[in-house]
């Protein structure tokens, strides 16, 4: 199963039932990954804005 197949699934059961839901069908580590790939995910962003800010500033 690919990383990608993995974040779908966990996407959708995440929207059906939640942070709970999703704890409960997948584990505690599901929730934990999904909770981080969106962290990481905002931290970039934020970097490559800032980065991009300071670039031009």
Not at 15 to 41: Q, Y
């Amino acid at each position: 199963m690919g990383m990608r197949t993995k974040l779908a699934e966990y996407k959708a059961v995440y929207k059906r039932a939640g942070w709970k839901g999703l704890a409960k069908e997948l584990g505690p580590a599901a929730a934990i990954g999904l909770f981080l790939f969106f962290l990481i995910k905002g931290l970039v962003w934020l970097a490559i804005l800032w980065g991009g800010y300071e670039a031009v500033a």
